[in-house]
C-alpha cells in the first residue's frame, strides 16, 4: 500500500482568503495525479488531471501544480466562497489508484 | 446525458448474508472503477474493468469479494457472507479509458447489522 498523504487535513478560511493545500505521494512509479472535490451529500468531481511534471493546471479561481520528482502537488483556491467548501481529494496513479484522506475545507462567510 | 447510478443507495443487511451492489456507468466508458470508502478515509481502490475483463482486482480485500461485468457496462459488485466489518460506502466510476478523469456515481452506503 502506497502513501498518498494530504495536509492539512481540515482548514477554515474568510470568505475571500487565498489557500492552498499539499499532496505527497512516492515520486516513482508515476502515471498520473488527479484532484478531486467532494461536497457532502454528492459524488466527488474531477478538476484535473495531471500527468507531466511541472505542469500547471486551471480552472476558475482554483489552480494546481505538479512535481514528480520530489513527489507533491498544490492546490490552490483564490478568493475563497463558501461554495467552495467541500473534501478536496488528490490521487496518485501508478500501478492503481490510491486516494488520500482529504482536505476538508469550510468557508467562513 | 446520465452520470454514474447505483443502486441502492442504501442497503443494510444481516451478518452472513450476500449483497449485490450495482453500478450503471456513463454510455461509452470503457473504464469502470469501485472503491470503498470508510468513515474519515478517502476512497479505496477495490478492482478496475476495462471493458469486460478484471485490469486489476487487486485491491479486493479478500475472495468473499467478487465483481462483474459482463457485457462491458453495468458492473456488479457481489459481497458473500457479509461481516461487520463490511460496512461502507461503496463508490463506482467511470472513465472514458485508463487514466482519464473519473465520474463517480453516489455510492451505496452498505450496513451490516
Given at each position: 500500500i502506497l502513501n498518498v498523504e494530504q495536509s492539512p487535513q481540515s482548514l477554515h478560511v474568510q470568505e475571500g482568503d487565498s489557500?492552498?493545500?499539499?499532496?505527497?505521494?512516492?515520486?516513482?512509479?508515476?502515471?498520473?495525479?488527479?484532484?478531486?472535490?467532494?461536497?457532502?451529500?454528492?459524488?466527488?468531481?474531477?478538476?484535473?488531471?495531471?500527468?507531466?511534471?511541472?505542469?500547471?493546471?486551471?480552472?476558475?479561481?482554483?489552480?494546481?501544480?505538479?512535481n514528480t520528482k520530489e513527489g507533491y502537488s498544490y492546490l490552490y483556491i483564490k478568493g475563497s466562497q463558501p461554495e467552495d467548501s467541500a473534501t478536496y481529494l488528490c490521487a496518485f496513479y501508478g500501478n492503481q489508484f490510491y486516494f488520500g484522506t482529504g482536505t476538508s475545507l469550510t468557508v467562513i462567510p | 446525458?446520465?452520470?454514474?447510478?447505483?443502486?441502492?443507495?442504501?442497503?443494510?443487511?444481516?451478518?452472513?448474508?450476500?449483497?449485490?451492489?450495482?453500478?450503471?456507468?456513463?454510455?461509452?466508458?470503457?473504464?469502470?472503477?469501485?472503491?470503498?470508502?470508510?468513515?474519515?478515509?478517502?476512497?479505496?481502490?477495490?478492482?478496475?474493468?476495462?471493458?469486460?475483463?478484471?485490469?486489476?482486482?487487486?485491491?479486493?480485500?479478500?475472495?468473499?469479494?467478487?465483481?462483474?461485468?459482463?457485457?462491458?457496462?453495468?458492473?456488479?459488485?457481489?459481497i458473500q457472507r457479509t461481516e461487520r466489518g463490511d460496512s461502507a460506502v461503496y463508490l463506482c466510476a467511470s472513465s472514458p479509458g485508463r487514466n482519464r478523469e473519473q465520474f463517480f456515481g453516489p455510492g451505496t452506503r452498505l450496513t451490516v447489522l
Open positions: 489557500t492552498n493545500f499539499t499532496c505527497s505521494f512516492p515520486s516513482s512509479n508515476f502515471y498520473a495525479l488527479h484532484w478531486y472535490r467532494w461536497e457532502t451529500a454528492k459524488s466527488p468531481e474531477a478538476l484535473f488531471v495531471m500527468t507531466l511534471n511541472g505542469d500547471e493546471k486551471k480552472k476558475g479561481r482554483i489552480s494546481a501544480t505538479l | 446525458g446520465a452520470g454514474v447510478s447505483q443502486t441502492p443507495s442504501n442497503k443494510v443487511t444481516e451478518k452472513g448474508k450476500y449483497v449485490e451492489l450495482r453500478c450503471d456507468p456513463i454510455s461509452g466508458h470503457t473504464a469502470l472503477y469501485w472503491y470503498r470508502q470508510s468513515l474519515g478515509q478517502g476512497p479505496e481502490f477495490l478492482i478496475y474493468f476495462q471493458g469486460t475483463g478484471a485490469a486489476d482486482d487487486s485491491g479486493l480485500p479478500n475472495d468473499r469479494f467478487f465483481a462483474v461485468r459482463p457485457e462491458g457496462s453495468v458492473s456488479t459488485l457481489k
